[in-house]
C-alpha cells in the first residue's frame, strides 16, 4: 500500500482529509505537532481520530512556536470572539511551513510521495499559509529541497479541501463516516476538549453544519 503523510491537527478538516487519504488507498502515517498551542485537548482529539479513522501510523512532534509568541494561540494574548479586517491575532507565524516541512521530513524517511493538509481557502480566518498560492510554492520548495525531489519519483502536496466550503468539508466528512464529536476545533477548548462556541473557528464549524443540515455534535462548554 502506498504511504501519505497527513497533518492531523485533531480538527474536523483534517479528521476529513485523514478519511479521504484513506479513501484514495494510502497508509495514512498521521503527524500531528505540539506547537506550544493553548488548545492542547485537540492533540487528545488527534490520537482518538487517528485510531478511528485507521491510520497506519501516528505521530505527535514538538516545536516550540509559544518561546516566540505572536499569536492568540501561542502567547498572552487574548483570543477574539468576532473576526475583523485583515490577518487575525490567531494567525501563528509560519505554522504551515514548519508543519509542512516536519512531514516533509517524514516523508522522505518513510518514501512516502504524498503529503496531505487540510488547508481551506474559502470559509476560513484568511490566513496566508491556507492559500493555493502557498501550497503551489510549497511544493515546488519540496521538490528542490530534498533527495526524493531531486533523484526520486518527487512529492505532491495535497490540498484536497482547498476550495471546499465548510458545508461541503461536513458532507463530505458524513459520507466517510467521519465522527466529528471526536474532533476539536476551538481556540480555547478546555481540557476536556469542550468548545467555547465564541471563537472564530468556533463560529466556521458551526455555520459548516447548520449549512450542511447536519446537526452539530460538538461538546460546548
Same mark, same amino acid.
Given at each position: 500500500?502506498?504511504?501519505?503523510?497527513?497533518?492531523?491537527? &485533531? #480538527?474536523?478538516?483534517?479528521?476529513?482529509?485523514?478519511?479521504?487519504?484513506?479513501?484514495?488507498?494510502?497508509?495514512?502515517?498521521?503527524?500531528?505537532?505540539?506547537?506550544?498551542?493553548?488548545?492542547? =485537548?485537540?492533540?487528545?482529539?488527534?490520537?482518538?481520530?487517528?485510531?478511528?479513522?485507521?491510520?497506519?501510523?501516528?505521530?505527535?512532534?514538538?516545536?516550540?512556536?509559544? @518561546?516566540? &509568541?505572536?499569536?492568540?494561540?501561542? /502567547?498572552?494574548?487574548?483570543?477574539?470572539?468576532?473576526?475583523?479586517? #485583515?490577518?487575525?491575532?490567531? $494567525?501563528?507565524?509560519?505554522?504551515?511551513?514548519?508543519?509542512?516541512?516536519?512531514?516533509? #521530513?517524514?516523508?522522505?524517511?518513510?518514501?512516502? =510521495? /504524498?503529503?496531505?493538509?487540510?488547508?481551506?481557502?474559502?470559509?476560513? =480566518?484568511? $490566513?496566508?499559509?491556507?492559500?493555493?498560492?502557498?501550497?503551489?510554492?510549497?511544493?515546488?520548495?519540496?521538490?528542490?529541497?530534498?533527495?526524493?525531489?531531486?533523484?526520486?519519483?518527487?512529492?505532491?502536496?495535497?490540498?484536497?479541501?482547498?476550495?471546499?466550503?465548510?458545508? /461541503?468539508?461536513?458532507?463530505?466528512?458524513?459520507?466517510?463516516?467521519? /465522527?466529528?464529536?471526536?474532533?476539536? @476545533? +476551538?481556540?480555547?477548548?478546555? &481540557?476536556?476538549?469542550?468548545? +467555547?462556541?465564541?471563537?472564530?473557528? +468556533?463560529?466556521?464549524?458551526?455555520?459548516?453544519?447548520?449549512?450542511? #443540515?447536519?446537526?452539530?455534535?460538538?461538546?460546548?462548554?
Amino acid at each position: 500500500m502506498k504511504k501519505a503523510v497527513v497533518l492531523l491537527s &485533531g #480538527g474536523m478538516d483534517s479528521a476529513v482529509v485523514v478519511a479521504i487519504a484513506r479513501e484514495q488507498g494510502f497508509a495514512v502515517h498521521a503527524l500531528s505537532v505540539r506547537y506550544g498551542q493553548r488548545h492542547t =485537548s485537540e492533540l487528545d482529539a488527534a490520537a482518538r481520530v487517528a485510531a478511528t479513522l485507521g491510520a497506519a501510523a501516528h505521530k505527535t512532534v514538538h516545536v516550540d512556536l509559544r @518561546s516566540i &509568541g505572536g499569536s492568540a494561540l501561542t /502567547d498572552d494574548i487574548d483570543v477574539p470572539e468576532a473576526g475583523g479586517p #485583515g490577518i487575525p491575532v490567531t $494567525y501563528v507565524p509560519a505554522r504551515n511551513t514548519i508543519m509542512l516541512s516536519v512531514a516533509l #521530513g517524514w516523508a522522505e524517511v518513510l518514501g512516502a =510521495s /504524498d503529503i496531505f493538509c487540510g488547508v481551506n481557502a474559502v470559509d476560513y =480566518s484568511g $490566513y496566508p499559509d491556507c492559500r493555493p498560492e502557498f501550497i503551489e510554492a510549497f511544493e515546488t520548495l519540496a521538490n528542490l529541497a530534498t533527495k526524493a525531489g531531486v533523484e526520486g519519483a518527487g512529492l505532491r502536496i495535497q490540498a484536497p479541501l482547498l476550495h471546499m466550503s465548510k458545508a /461541503d468539508i461536513v458532507r463530505e466528512g458524513t459520507r466517510l463516516g467521519v /465522527d466529528f464529536a471526536q474532533t476539536v @476545533s +476551538c481556540y480555547q477548548a478546555d &481540557g476536556q476538549g469542550r468548545a +467555547c462556541g465564541h471563537c472564530d473557528a +468556533c463560529r466556521l464549524r458551526a455555520a459548516g453544519f447548520a449549512d450542511a #443540515g447536519v446537526p452539530d455534535p460538538t461538546h460546548y462548554a
